[in-house]
């Protein structure tokens, strides 16, 4: 079946702006896209984007439109129930259900489902509160290699509220009371640390068939050599080229198979996107960190960037031959999305932004502006939240395609405009 008339239902981030952008460049397919920020630039640029303030109204919508095909993209509308209600009314979803969604939502849940079915995850303990968390970190720090990672058993979109990785144990400690006092009544996950590069692996999976995409390393901590505290994400590289051999077995073997393998067992019905956070030590060997039941962001904008073929075409592939996925990418080519931040990310969110973003239109032809957080007031681009926008590049060289977003970033003016410039190409 060939799809023409998509609906998008997302919040209006950059992942979704991409998502329309992408989209859009197929001629014969009619799109829309439904966004729930206020604020979102989307809805200025384009005049097949609306905004709407729950899922009663992107159904009202859907009933109009009457789309072939509805793509859901925000992982609270999946852990919500949004697959399940469009799919009531009839409609074909590109989506999960919100049962499924608890593999992202709920810590403890998906790393007791990563351990039944032998799946290589770092060993961990499930802290009920402030008192166990305390007492566990104190009697354990210097018994690991490496420390521990803190993760928040309660989701939050605020990556710096829900996550800690402590240099020592008083910095364990200090993060223990920050993480409890912003969810008081959370679980507390404390995750041995493991070592290595880490990967973002994005799994296409449909009826136990799988499309792996080409490899993502993204960027968390605010500050260049990982320093400070954690993003949502503060810059990509996709890279087209191929998984060194052995990695690409182990990867297969030990971790998407299983996956797979443990879904068809424990009867979870998995036809989506499914990103892996992975890291690999020195010896080679992968280890989930997490489950993502859905696209990265901005890990999403970098794959993108690699398409050889109009966007629409991997849905198509995906429900009629997910086989020929991999064929779609660009060869020999090089993606890099970097993030721009506005003042006090990620430890002081703002409410209010009243100085403008300036000189965006001065930057390279070439490179592509992705809005995140951006919004147009009487004909002037403001920010509006903290990771205000993207730009992104794809190239042959590496540091040619990283000088030239370093050039932009210093091309605009925005009060205190941060960008992380010390990425690196992939290293595995």
């Known amino acids: ?21 992408a989209l859009m460049k197929s001629p014969n397919i ?54 399940e209600l469009f799919r009531a009314k009839g409609y074909k979803v590109f989506g999960i259900s919100k049962d499924v969604a608890r593999l992202e939502t709920s810590k403890e849940y998906s790393k007791a489902f990563m351990k039944r079915n032998n799946i290589p995850t770092p060993d961990y303990y499930v802290a009920q509160n402030e008192e166990q968390a305390i007492r566990f970190i104190s009697k354990n720090w210097n018994k690991t290699k490496n420390g521990y990672v803190l993760k928040v058993e309660q989701f939050s ?31 507390l996950i404390i995750e041995e640390k493991i070592k290595g590069h880490e990967l973002s692996l994005h799994v296409l999976i449909n009826n136990n068939k799988y499309s792996i995409m080409p490899m993502v390393q993204d960027y968390k901590r605010k500050y260049p050599n990982d320093e400070g505290p954690m993003t949502a994400g ?32 424990e009867q979870i019905e998995y036809n989506y996107i499914l990103y892996i956070g992975v890291m690999i030590t020195e010896e080679g060997k992968p280890y989930v960190l997490e489950y993502n039941t859905r696209t990265g962001n901005p890990e999403w904008i970098a794959l993108l960037g690699l398409l050889d073929i109009p966007l629409i075409e991997v849905f198509n592939s995906f429900y009629n031959n997910i086989d020929e996925i991999q064929d779609f990418w660009m060869k020999d080519k090089i993606s890099i999305a970097m993030c721009g931040f506005s003042s006090g990310y990620p430890e002081t969110e703002r409410k209010i932004y009243n100085e403008p973003i300036m000189n965006l239109e001065k930057i390279a032809q070439d490179t592509e502006i992705i809005g995140e957080h951006i919004v147009e007031r009487e004909g002037r681009l403001y920010p509006s939240g903290g990771r205000v926008f993207e730009l992104r590049r794809i190239g042959s060289n590496f540091e040619d395609i990283k000088k030239q977003l370093i050039d932009d970033f210093n091309i605009i003016d925005m009060n205190d405009l941060y960008f992380r410039n010390d990425i690196n190409s992939i290293v595995l």
């Open 1 to 21: 079946m060939k799809h023409k008339k998509i609906l998008l239902y997302g919040l209006g981030n950059g992942r979704d702006h991409a998502n329309h952008v």
């Open 30 to 83: 009619e799109i829309c896209s439904l966004i729930q920020n206020e604020n979102a630039l989307m809805e200025k640029q384009y005049n097949n984007v609306y905004r709407v303030r729950n899922i009663e109204e992107a159904i009202k919508f859907a009933n109009s439109f009457k789309p072939d095909l509805v793509i859901i993209s925000n992982r609270a509308d999946l852990a919500k129930g949004a697959t």
């Open 157 to 187: 979109k605020n990556s710096y509220a829900r996550t800690a990785v402590p240099k020592d144990l008083e910095d364990a400690k200090n993060s223990i009371y920050r993480l409890f006092n912003s969810t008081p009544n959370a679980k």
């Open 234 to 265: 503060t810059a990509s590289v996709a890279e087209s080229k191929k998984y060194p051999a052995k990695l690409l077995k182990r990867l297969k073997n030990d971790i998407i198979e299983p996956t797979i393998k443990g879904f068809e067992n």
